[in-house]
């Protein structure tokens, strides 16, 4: 039995073997919807950290990096549609997984209705220069059904769309961005370089929209059973994921400030500055395009979110937290259907009702967006003490490796405290209503939740018993484990 082995039967029901690395690469790339922040999230950014913007993203790459790093010790020798679950139940027990598992749910899902209520309302913006004004539960439920399809029917028809619809709306900012730079000359911008009148407080304060904007790069480590050679292709893609969006949301904030600098216009308060900027250029035509484009990135996010959200369900349910129903897959698509349709249906349900409410679709997508953001930030921090306690276990554990896990604790400290802020404080003030409440929410979601398991295990010691063995199972389909070592992109796939 070699590392690299895998089973050509899955043992969920999935399809085996059958996700290239850019395919397994696009689902950690859509989740986090790099589109997006050029295209129209940049200026929050900005209005906070100023010129430190791009330093801000680069500080938030390296520090996922770290994240990456721990989530890579287990990623590389066992692999499962789990996700960081399995990997964090392995390393901490039962009860850190439930916990890790529930935050995923709530943080997949919330994510993807955070990101269809921008689908609604960017196609709402986008119909509307053409005469059209479809309602919002119409444009919700377009943007989900078409998700559901492709998630139901072919998990490899999910990945191409998601490949393709990404890769071109990236290739475009990247284009129209170079074209930006160009009719600059190409200039050094020392204004940023210098960090002329950024301030430490701002660049840590701008720190925590941006790792909100990498969330969801590890959604690749859910394709444990359809990814080919997963024990290689899942580790790269999820540290590929995160140096990629890295660099290229850094590439684009230093662009884009270059490019509003002289300009009547502000950046931080404009909410389509890609479009203005092409305008500028009279290449108008390509803003077009790279709002339609943007429109396609919210698609495929919330494609993306449905995708890792059912496996969890799935893993979940053949571990006996969820019922069975979840745990089946489909005869003939090996998709997990039941699981599937469930997901996009909660994700239409509550943007919905939310809608019905006369909530509007832009302050949806912030509502839903703040709380995933405590789903994902919960399982960093979770994975990141998994790893050396699991290395440990396992007699592999380093010096650095305890220095990575502190490290990537440590990083994501910054967002939860700027997220949930800190009573007088200048750097991390405490956000305003309803923001104020979100964490408390969360803390009362996971108290039910986790209560939940508590009692059921007591009633029922099996839950446990059976949990340990099916991780355990899974783990045992690979070699023994060896530290991580961080995998080259340019490696053959």
Known sequence: MTSEFQSEQSAHGLKPNCLS???????????????????????????????????SFLIGMIGLMFVSININ???????????LYSYIAKGLGPTAGVICGWSL????????????????????????HLGIHPSSLTLLAIGAGVAWYAA??????????????????????????????????????????????????????????????????????????????????IPKSVMGSAILAGLFFTLMSYIEILGFSGTSASLATTE??????????????????????ALFSFFTCVLGSINPAARV????????????????????????????????????????????????????????????TYGF??????????????????????????LFSVLGVGFMMIPVLGSVGVPGSQIFPVPEAPYDAFPYLFLL???????????????????????KSRIEETHARFAVPSPVVIPSLTDET
């Open 152 to 233: 139901y029917k072919d998990i490899k028809l999910s990945a191409m769309a998601m490949l393709w619809l990404e890769g071109v709306s990236i290739a475009l900012i990247l284009l129209l961005g170079i074209l930006i730079w160009a009719h600059a000359g190409f200039a050094i911008d020392f204004s940023q370089l210098t960090l002329q009148g950024a301030k430490p407080g701002g660049i840590a304060m701008g720190l925590v929209l941006v790792v909100f904007g990498f969330s969801g790069f590890e959604s690749a480590t859910s394709l444990g059973d359809e990814a080919k050679r997963p024990l290689k292709t």
């Open 445 to 467: 979601y996971l108290t039910v939740t986790c209560g939940w398991f508590v009692m059921q295990s007591l009633r029922s010691p099996q839950i446990v018993r059976t949990m």
């Open 313 to 372: 369900f799935l893993t979940m349910s053949r571990h006996g937290l969820f019922p069975a129903s979840l745990g089946e897959t489909h005869s003939s698509n090996q998709t997990p259907h039941i699981a599937i349709t469930m997901s996009a249906l909660v994700m239409f349900l509550v943007p919905a009702c939310l809608s019905l409410f006369h909530v509007k679709l832009f302050d949806s997508m912030g509502y839903l967006g703040a709380i995933c």
């Open 21 to 55: 690395f850019g395919e397994v690469l696009a689902q950690s790339v859509a989740v986090i919807a790099p589109t997006t922040i050029p295209a129209s999230n940049l200026g929050l950014i900005v209005a906070i950290a100023g010129n430190g913007t791009w330093l």
């Open 105 to 128: 749910v709530l943080a997949y899902l919330f994510t993807g209705m955070s990101v269809l209520c921008g689908f609604a309302n960017f196609s709402t913006m986008l119909l509307g």
């Open 272 to 293: 389509e500055p890609l479009g203005y900027l092409s305008r500028q250029l009279g290449l108008g035509f390509l803003g077009e395009l790279i709002a339609i484009s």
């Open 73 to 83: 010790q287990f990623a590389s020798c066992s692999a499962s549609p789990g996700s």
């Open 377 to 402: 930030l919960t399982v960093y921090i979770l994975i990141s003490i998994a790893a050396p306690v699991y290395l440990y276990k396992i007699q592999k554990l380093r010096p650095r490796d305890v």
